[in-house]
Nanobody
Framework: QVQLVESGGGLVQPGGSLRLSCVAS????????MEWYRQAPGNEREWVAS???????KYEDGFEGRFTISRDNVKNTAYLQMNNLKPEDTAVYYC??????????????WGQGTQVTVSS
């Protein structure tokens, strides 16, 4: 079992920046793919970005350039740097850790979410 704790959310003005952190309680952090999702009120949860155990990074269309995902395997932490924030970025941001075993079984773990509000 992996516990994930997000932090770094808050209220920011349009054009501002925030860095979200996700700390994982596991000694095997490096084997997990880390992802960020977000969910705005009334919307479905949407995928934002992922960073694989290899370090390969992917972004949903529209996020690359403003958002940067990274990880620190020594600190068991994943990050989401968000720049030039817009009111439509307002959402609860969730961290996800996942891995697929050699038998094809996928394990997913979720954090509790951190609120990001972009408003003047």
């Amino acid at each position: 079992q992996v516990q994930l704790v997000e932090s770094g959310g808050g209220l920011v003005q349009p054009g501002g920046s925030l860095r979200l952190s996700c700390v994982a309680s596991t000694d095997t952090f490096s084997i997990y793919q880390m992802e960020w999702y977000r969910q705005a009120p009334g919307n479905e949860r949407e995928w934002v970005a992922s960073i694989a155990r290899s370090g390969r990074i992917k972004y949903e269309d529209g996020f690359e350039g403003r958002f940067t995902i990274s990880r620190d395997n020594v600190k068991n932490t994943a990050y989401l740097q968000m720049n030039n924030l817009k009111p439509e970025d307002t959402a609860v941001y969730y961290c996800n850790a996942n891995r697929i075993t050699g038998q094809g079984v996928r394990y997913d773990y979720w954090g509790q979410g951190t609120q990001v509000t972009v408003s003047s």
